[in-house]
C-alpha cells in the first residue's frame, strides 16, 4: 500500500471519527436523560436522594444510623469495600471517596418483586465526572484481580454488561453504565429491564402521574418515596405468608401509587406527600368515595395492649350495602340486620390485640360508632330474640357482654370476612356497647379488652399515646396505627419463614419507631380529575422515656417511678459512686432493660431477646472491660456506660440453648479473663471465658438429672471448681477440664432442693460446703468428698419441702420447710424456727434472706398469688404489721450503716418503688 493511500485512509478514519463525535454531542448527549426512565415499570418502591451528607447526618441524630449499619446486607458491603481499600492500599481515600462519589447527586433506589418469595434492588447513580468514572472501573477492577472474585464482561442487547462474581457464594454484581449512569443489581434480570427500557424513550415512567413535582425541591426534605400501591400484595406476598396480608390488599385498593417526601428529625421520621385514587371498579376506592374524613374517637376506648388498628370513615350499611331480605326470611332477620345497620354512624374500626407468643392468635375487636346507643341497644335485644339467644350475660365493671347469634361481617362488611391476619371463618360474635361505639369480638377477648377498659388502661390515658396523636392528622378517611412492640409476636407469626430469620435479626431497627400512623385525608373536591389524597406515614419514638415519676406515699418517700409496661422479674440492687443511695436495674414485659440511678431517672434503656438472667457486676480484667453482666435467651451481655454492649460481647450461644442462670468469678490479673457458668433451661453446663472460647469438655456438658438449685462456681487456690447439686440426691464437682473430682459424686442421702453454701480455703479438703437434703438434714462436706457433718433441722414429712437459701454474698443462709400452705424458716444454729406464717394460697413462695451483720437480717417471703411480700426481722417479728404489694419474683434490699436505714426496693405492676425502713435491733 502506497503512502498516499495510507495517509488518505487515516484521514477519512479521523474525520469519521469526529464526525460521530460531533453528532454524539449535538444529538445524543445535547438530550438529558430522565433517570427515572430508567427504572423499570414493575418498581414497588423507589427511594430518591440527593443530599447524602445531610441524610447521613439525620440518620445519626435519629439513631438509625447505627441500627442500619448493623444489618448483614450494608456488613458485607462494607466488607466488600475494605477489601478494595485494603488492595489498592489507599484507605483513606477510597472510604472519603464513596461519600464523594454520592454527594449531592440524585441517587435512586428501587425495589422490585423478580420471583415466588423473591424482591430484588436496583441503584442508579449519575457519573459526572471522569475521575468518577476511574474511581469505580479501578475498584471493579481491583475486586477482580482478587482470586476470591471473578471478574467479566458480556452484551445485551449492544450493551455491556459487566458481571463481579464472588466465588464461593456465587452471587454476582451486574454493572451497566448507561450514558455515565452507572446502574447496579445482584439481579441481572433488572438491568437487562433497564437496557430494555432504554430503547423506549418516550414511554411513561414510574413518576408520570405526578408530573412536575419534585418534594426534593421542598426544604427540609431529606429523600422522596414513590410507592406502587398497586403492587403492594405482590410484595407483601414476599414477606407475609399469603392468608395474612388480604385485609391490606382490600385497603391499598383506595389509592394506585403515592409520593412522599421523607424528613428526619429527632424522635421520628415523617412522610408527608399526595397519593392518586384508584380508578379501578370494585376497589375500596369506589366504595368509600364520596364519604367525609372524620377524627379518632376511639381513643378513650382502645387498650394500650392494641398492636394494630385500622380505622375507616366509612358507613357499613353505604358501604358493603347488603342484598334484600327474600320471602324464607320469616323470622325477619335480614330486615332486623339491616334495621341494626341503619343505627350506625360513619366510623368503623378493627383493632388487633398483642399475643404473648409468635404462634398465637391476635385478639381481634370490631368497632363502629353508634351516634344514638340507645337505639343501638334496641335492636341487638330484638335480633337476640329472633336468633333465639339467651338473655344472660356476662358483666365485667360497668359493661355488658351479650351474645349476638351472627358474624360481625354480616353488619360490618367483607373487611372483618375471610382477608384477615390469621384467618378464621366467619363465627358468631358477642358485643358490648363501650360509650358510643359497638364492640364486637368473641368473648374472652371481649373480657380481657374491658378489663383494660375499667382498669383505665387506654391511649387517651397514656401521655405517650396522646402525645403521638396530637402529631397525626386529625382527621382522615383510612388512618393505620401500628404499636410495633405490641406487634412483634403477631408480626413473628406472619412472616414467611425465609423472612422471620432476618427480622429477628434487626429485632433493633424494626422497633427504633415504635409508634407507628398512615393516614389518607381525601380531597374536598373529589369530583375533579386532579383530585388527590394528602398522605402521611409518621413513624415515632416517644420523647417521654420509658417511665415517669409519680408522688408516692410517705412510706415510699415520693421516689416511685412509673414505667410504660408492667415490670418482670426482680429488681437488681448496683453501687453507684458519690452516693449511699444504690442505683437499680429492673426489666419490663416487654424485655427492656432500664438502669434506674439514684435519683430516680431512667438513665438508659435496652431491649432484651428475653427475661434477664443472672444480672450482676463484672470487674475488669483480663483484657475485658467491666460492666454490667447478664444472660437473655442465647446471649450473654456486657453493658456498660449507657447501655453500650462491651466488646467482645453480645457472646451468642448456639440457638438452641437458652440461659436459665448465669455464674461468674471475675478474672486473674490482666492474662486471665473472668471465667463464665451457663446454666440452660435444659439444665445442661456450659464454661466459657469473657472473650468467647469455650472450654473443652463444657460445650456444653449434659447432667443426668435436674438441677437441684443454682450450681455453686468458686475458685479453690487458682482452680476453678463447678459444684452441681442435682434433684436425685447426688452432688458432682468438676475441675475446668470437665472432670469430675476424686470423690464425686456424692450422695446426700435424699433428695436436694435449694442453692449451696461455700466456705473456700486454701486447699479441697478444707473447703467447706452445706446443703440440706429433703429428710430435713443439714450436712456439710469438703471437697475431698467426704462429709463433715449432718444435723438434723427439723422434722421431716412426705408432703414438706425443705430448701436452703443463702444472703446474697453466700456468707449465712436459712433453711426454709413447706408443707402445704405453711412456711417455717429456721436459722442453722436454732432448734425453733425463727418463724411460722400460714398463707391463704398453696404453692412455692420465693423467700430471700438478707444479712448484713451485727444481727440485722431479714427474711422476705414473696406471695405471687396476691402479690404480696412479708417482711420480717432477726426475731421473726412482722415489720409493720402487715405484707406489702410486691408483684416481682423477689424484691432488693440494701443497708445504710451510718443512718442504720433500709432501702427497700420493690416492683408493684408498672411501679417501681423505692422505701426507707428504719428496723430496731432485738
Not at 281 to 290: A, C, I, P, V, W
Not at 318 to 330: E, F, H, K, V, Y
Not at 562 to 569: A, C, I, Q, S
Not at 581 to 588: E, F, L, R, Y
Amino acid at each position: 500500500m502506497s503512502r498516499k493511500l495510507l495517509a488518505l485512509l487515516t484521514a477519512l478514519f479521523l474525520l469519521l471519527t469526529l464526525a460521530t463525535y460531533v453528532y454524539y454531542r449535538r444529538t445524543l448527549a445535547a438530550v438529558p436523560v430522565d433517570p427515572y426512565a430508567l427504572v423499570p415499570n414493575d418498581a414497588v418502591l423507589v427511594l430518591s436522594t440527593h443530599d447524602h451528607p445531610a441524610l447521613v447526618r439525620h440518620l445519626q441524630e435519629t439513631g438509625l444510623w447505627d441500627n442500619l449499619t448493623a444489618v448483614r446486607y450494608f456488613q458485607q458491603s462494607a466488607g466488600h469495600l475494605a477489601l478494595a481499600d485494603s488492595l489498592t492500599g489507599r484507605t483513606v481515600r477510597r472510604r472519603s471517596g464513596v461519600m464523594t462519589l454520592l454527594g449531592r447527586k440524585l441517587v435512586i433506589t428501587s425495589v422490585h418483586v423478580t420471583g415466588p418469595g423473591v424482591f430484588d434492588v436496583l441503584y442508579q447513580i449519575p457519573l459526572t465526572r471522569v475521575s468518577e468514572y476511574r474511581q469505580v472501573r479501578g475498584l471493579l477492577e481491583t475486586l477482580g484481580r482478587d482470586a476470591r472474585y471473578r471478574l467479566s464482561t458480556r452484551n445485551y442487547e449492544a450493551h455491556e454488561l459487566t458481571v463481579l462474581t464472588e466465588r464461593n457464594s456465587e452471587t454476582s454484581l451486574t454493572v451497566l453504565n448507561y450514558r455515565n449512569h452507572l446502574l447496579l443489581s445482584t439481579n441481572a434480570g433488572l438491568v437487562e429491564a433497564v437496557v430494555r427500557r432504554t430503547a423506549h424513550p418516550d414511554a411513561p415512567t414510574v413518576m408520570t402521574s405526578f408530573g412536575p413535582t419534585d418534594l426534593l425541591r421542598v426544604s427540609g426534605v431529606d429523600a422522596t418515596l414513590m410507592v406502587n400501591y398497586r403492587r403492594l400484595p405482590q410484595f407483601l406476598d414476599v414477606l407475609f405468608r399469603p392468608d395474612a396480608h388480604g385485609q391490606f390488599d382490600q385497603l391499598a385498593g383506595m389509592v394506585s401509587e403515592g409520593l412522599l417526601g421523607v424528613r428526619l428529625a429527632g424522635n421520628r421520621a415523617q412522610l408527608q406527600g399526595f397519593s392518586n385514587p384508584e380508578t379501578a371498579r370494585g376497589t375500596m376506592q369506589q366504595r368509600l368515595q364520596g364519604q367525609r374524613a372524620v377524627p379518632l374517637g376511639l381513643a378513650p376506648w382502645l387498650s394500650t395492649r392494641t398492636a394494630m388498628l385500622l380505622h375507616l370513615a366509612a358507613n357499613p350499611s353505604r358501604t358493603w350495602p347488603q342484598p334484600g331480605g327474600s320471602a324464607a326470611d320469616l323470622e325477619g332477620r335480614t330486615a332486623a340486620l339491616d334495621s341494626l345497620r341503619a343505627t350506625f354512624g360513619g366510623e368503623m374500626a378493627i383493632a388487633y390485640l398483642a399475643t404473648t407468643t409468635a404462634g398465637s392468635k391476635p385478639g381481634r375487636l370490631a368497632f363502629v360508632h353508634c351516634p344514638t346507643p340507645a337505639r343501638t341497644q334496641q335492636w341487638l335485644a330484638r335480633l337476640r330474640r329472633v336468633y333465639g339467644n339467651s338473655p344472660a350475660f356476662t358483666r365485667v365493671g360497668a359493661y355488658q357482654i351479650h351474645p349476638v347469634g351472627f358474624p360481625e361481617s354480616m353488619v360490618l362488611g367483607p373487611l372483618l370476612a375471610p382477608a384477615q391476619p390469621y384467618a378464621v371463618e366467619a363465627r358468631p360474635a358477642a358485643g358490648v356497647l363501650v360509650g358510643d361505639y359497638l364492640v364486637f369480638s368473641d368473648e374472652l377477648t371481649l373480657n380481657g379488652y374491658l378489663a383494660d377498659v375499667v382498669a383505665r388502661r387506654t391511649w387517651a390515658q397514656t401521655p405517650a399515646q396522646v402525645s403521638f396523636l396530637q402529631e397525626t392528622l386529625p382527621r382522615a378517611r383510612l388512618s393505620i396505627f401500628i404499636d410495633t412492640r405490641n406487634s412483634w409476636n403477631a408480626l413473628l407469626g406472619a412472616l414467611t419463614e425465609e423472612r422471620r430469620a432476618g427480622l429477628l435479626r434487626n429485632e433493633a431497627l424494626f422497633k427504633r419507631f415504635p409508634q407507628v400512623a398512615m393516614q389518607l385525608v381525601p380531597d374536598e373536591n373529589e369530583a375533579d380529575p386532579s383530585a388527590q389524597y394528602f398522605t402521611q406515614l409518621l413513624l415515632r419514638h416517644p420523647a417521654l422515656g420509658p417511665a415517669s415519676t409519680m408522688p408516692g406515699g410517705r412510706a415510699a418517700n415520693g421516689r416511685v417511678l412509673t414505667f410504660n409496661h408492667e415490670l418482670v422479674g426482680q429488681p437488681t440492687l448496683l453501687p453507684a459512686l458519690g452516693t449511699r443511695i444504690p442505683a437499680v436495674v429492673v426489666q419490663d414485659s416487654v424485655g427492656a432493660m432500664h438502669y434506674v440511678s439514684p435519683d430516680n431517672t431512667v438513665l438508659w434503656s435496652d431491649t432484651l431477646a428475653g427475661l434477664a438472667r443472672g444480672v450482676s457486676l463484672l470487674p475488669s480484667g483480663g483484657g475485658v472491660a467491666g460492666g454490667l453482666l447478664l444472660g437473655a435467651a442465647n446471649r450473654l451481655h456486657l453493658l456498660g456506660n449507657e447501655g453500650a454492649e462491651v466488646l467482645p460481647f453480645p457472646l451468642n450461644l448456639p440457638d438452641t440453648l437458652r440461659v436459665a442462670a448465669l455464674l461468674a468469678i471475675p478474672a486473674i490479673g490482666t492474662k486471665v479473663p473472668a471465667r463464665l457458668l451457663v446454666v440452660t433451661a435444659g439444665n445442661d453446663l456450659l464454661l466459657l471465658d469473657a472473650r468467647g472460647r469455650l472450654y473443652p469438655g463444657w460445650q456444653p456438658k449434659r447432667l443426668d438429672f435436674p438441677l437441684a438449685g443454682k450450681p455453686a462456681f468458686f475458685n479453690v487456690n487458682g482452680r476453678d471448681i463447678v459444684l452441681a447439686p442435682l434433684q436425685n440426691g447426688y452432688v458432682y464437682a468438676f475441675d475446668p477440664l470437665g472432670s469430675l473430682l476424686p470423690g464425686f459424686p456424692l450422695s446426700m442421702g435424699g433428695r436436694l432442693a435449694g442453692d449451696v453454701v461455700v466456705q473456700t480455703a486454701s486447699t479441697l479438703s478444707r473447703t467447706r460446703l452445706t446443703l440440706v437434703n429433703q429428710h430435713g438434714e443439714l450436712i456439710a462436706f469438703n471437697l475431698s468428698g467426704d462429709i463433715v457433718s449432718r444435723t438434723r433441722v427439723a422434722t421431716w414429712s412426705r408432703t414438706a419441702r425443705f430448701r436452703l437459701v443463702p444472703e446474697p454474698k453466700g456468707r449465712s443462709f436459712v433453711v426454709t420447710r413447706e408443707d402445704g400452705n405453711q412456711l417455717d424458716v429456721y436459722l442453722p444454729n436454732q432448734k425453733t424456727p425463727l418463724l411460722t406464717q400460714r398463707f391463704v394460697t398453696s404453692g412455692t413462695k420465693p423467700v430471700q434472706f438478707f444479712d448484713f451483720g451485727k444481727g440485722r437480717q431479714l427474711v422476705a417471703v414473696t406471695e405471687p398469688g396476691p402479690g404480696h411480700v412479708f417482711l420480717y426481722d432477726g426475731k421473726g417479728r412482722l415489720l409493720g404489721g402487715d405484707p406489702v404489694p410486691s408483684t416481682g419474683s423477689g424484691v432488693a434490699l440494701s443497708h445504710d450503716a451510718t443512718t442504720d436505714t433500709y432501702h427497700l426496693v420493690r416492683v408493684v405492676g408498672r411501679e417501681l418503688r423505692r422505701t426507707e425502713l428504719k428496723v430496731t435491733l432485738p
